[in-house]
């Protein structure tokens, strides 16, 4: 086995690069079309979902491999190599069986325990059939990928770790709050009508919202999927179909909006969501904020619409990091008093040696207009730095004989408005985004995307069925390493007793010639018999090279057998090319269907 996954996810990437990274249908067919034309692969499958991008091959090696995966990735991506490479992974052999079974059992997945992603890796699998990528040994993967996720699910309580994406989006949309009270009677806007799309109407419906229009660039798709909800028996949901120009002004009407689309571009701007808001209101809506960021760090005390210069600290300790102070408490900073307050005499008198050798940051403060720099390195009007230099300095030699700086005052909070009870609810999960990130900050209006679920789920508890799933995977993957050891060995066995069987029909055909009297009662009783011997004898060393080979380093054993028996490796090869054509055949012969 020379499997191998080159890849990028959520956990590796922040999501601005996944959202570029993202490839369309026809993107996909082209990385895997050139995968397999490319010189180290001869097996491919994408597996691209709205937080990861994996491509799987099988390669003859395994450098020339990852180098050569890793610039189509960046290719078809239109990220740069050099961009793209320090958030990609590699995985090699069982390690790459592991994540993807892993993967399949919703281990790796953004909330732990969706079962959404087994039918893309079954998408997957099907892309690659139907364009001929995938051969032996990413079908077996593929399929036994799929029965480890169904394994999974039904024998622990892994559903129980984690919800689907939708329900946990939705969760956080309620903020806290039971989805199903939140969800009561409120209208809901679904735009698009694929596969997760589906899913989030389906859930909307079942959590008990009073309407779900769809809306969709093919009218046909939307009613279709209208047509799913209003005739289930588990729901009375009112369902209507709309084209995507009417998606404005079904915003002004809905509570509730959730985007899931293939597109390139933004389908909601700040202003659509804006004029939304404004239409439900009939108030101006303002910009503040982001939700959330109210009970946030000292940051969030800063106006959000004005953005600090950094000032490089040239001549101290060449970054600020390097100040021996750790200033890390909210609403500290480097300005008088406040700054040093409660600070030991040693600590301070580091700290006085460090401003003193700034003099490049006194200057460079001097030419920004007199202000201090702060620890981030951002201008401050209104301090003199030599001033507060003098002021440390007499400050140390105050704690010199007080041991401490009495703690004189610190900075008054900054008053936050408080932000308006949401009006209208907007679920993103979208790759790249369907809703342009400024919505977050608009009044009004609660936004949750990929990159806040993304935050949110870090915290999330995890099951102790996490732990039982995770042994399932690692069982499997033992098994499925055996299996393949085991049939890599095979055609040798085949090889080795095909030239057994001509070493008897030989031998046989000499003894006719020596003996011509002999009647057929006596060949075919001596023939049997010299194929017993020759059966028995190879029967121990083939059963148990099997054996040796499905263990792990057992793919050596092959190569023992071909050299002790000096096997013609040509037919060992013929053997092999034969199994795979008879596994292609059943499998294309399975996949038109019957008659």
């Known amino acids: 086995m020379s499997l191998l996954v080159v890849g990028l996810s959520h956990r590796s990437a922040p999501v601005s690069l996944l959202e570029r990274a993202s490839l369309s249908v026809d993107g996909q067919d082209k990385l895997l079309q050139d995968t397999v034309a490319a010189e180290p692969a001869t097996e491919a499958a994408v597996l691209a979902t709205c937080n990861r991008i994996e491509l799987y091959a099988d390669v003859d090696k395994f450098h ?34 592991h994540h993807l079974f892993s993967v399949a059992c919703g281990l790796d997945s953004m909330v732990v325990g969706e079962g959404q992603i087994l039918g893309q890796i079954k998408n997957s699998l099907a892309r690659a059939q139907e364009l001929h990528t995938a051969g032996r040994l990413l079908n077996d993967l593929f399929q036994q990928a799929l029965r480890v996720g169904k394994r999974a699910h039904s024998e622990t309580g892994i559903d129980g770790a984690g919800q689907s994406l939708v329900t946990f989006g939705l969760e956080q949309l309620s903020a806290g709050a039971d989805v199903r009270t939140w969800a009561r009677g409120k209208k809901a806007l679904v735009i698009g009508a694929g596969s997760m799309s589906s899913l989030a109407a389906a859930t909307l419906a079942r959590i008990g919202v009073g309407e779900i229009v769809i809306a969709n660039r093919t009218q046909d798709r939307a009613e279709r999927l209208v047509q799913i909800l209003t005739e289930g028996d588990d729901t009375d949901v009112s369902a209507r179909a709309v084209p995507m120009d009417a ?37 101006p809506v303002t910009v503040g904020r982001a939700a959330g960021e109210e009970h946030g760090s000292a940051r969030t005390a800063v106006r959000t619409d004005v953005r600090e210069t950094p000032v490089p600290l040239v001549g101290a300790a060449g970054a600020d990091e390097n100040c021996p102070l750790d200033l890390a408490e909210p609403g500290f900073s480097l300005m008088g008093e406040s700054a040093v307050a409660g600070i030991d005499a040693a600590t301070l008198e580091q700290h006085g040696t460090w401003v003193d050798g700034g003099t490049a940051l006194l200057e460079r403060s001097r030419e920004l207009g007199g202000g201090t720099v702060d620890r981030r390195g951002s201008a401050r009007a209104g301090a003199d730095p030599e001033t507060e230099a003098e002021l440390i300095t007499a400050l140390v030699a105050t704690a010199a004989s007080a041991g401490r700086v009495p703690e004189h005052r610190r900075p008054e909070p900054v008053a936050v408005a408080p932000r308006p009870e949401p009006v209208l609810f907007v679920l993103d999960l979208a790759m790249p985004r369907d809703v342009e990130a400024a919505a977050h900050r608009l009044a009004g209006v609660r936004l949750v ?48 007793r095909t030239m057994a069987a001509d070493v008897v029909s030989s031998e046989i055909s000499r003894l006719e010639g020596r003996l011509p009297s002999l009647d057929d009662k006596h060949r075919a009783e001596i023939t049997q018999t010299v194929r017993r011997v020759v059966d028995k004898l190879l029967h121990a060393p083939t059963v148990r090279v099997k054996q040796l080979a499905a263990e792990p380093g057992g793919a050596g054993y092959a190569d023992a057998l071909r050299t002790l028996f000096d096997l013609d490796p040509e037919t060992v090869a013929s053997v092999s090319r034969a199994d795979r054509d008879s596994d292609d055949s059943e499998k294309h012969s399975k996949n038109r269907g019957p008659a």
């Open 449 to 496: 995307d990929i990159e806040s679920l993304a935050e949110a789920s870090a915290d999330a508890p995890m099951a102790a069925d996490v732990d039982q799933v995770r042994r399932i995977v690692s069982d499997e993957v033992a098994a499925f390493g055996a299996a393949l050891r085991a049939a890599h060995i095979t055609p040798t066995v085949v090889a080795l």
């Open 64 to 97: 020339a491999g990852v180098a050569e995966l890793s610039t189509l990735l960046a290719q078809h991506s239109g990220v740069g190599l050099e961009e793209l490479t320090p958030y990609l992974y590699v995985h090699y052999e069982d390690r790459a069986v």
């Open 247 to 283: 998606v404005p002004l079904e915003l002004t009407r809905a509570d509730v909006a959730v985007s899931c689309t293939g597109a390139t571009g933004l389908v909601l701007t700040a202003e659509t969501v804006t004029a939304a808001v404004e239409g439900r209101t009939g108030a």
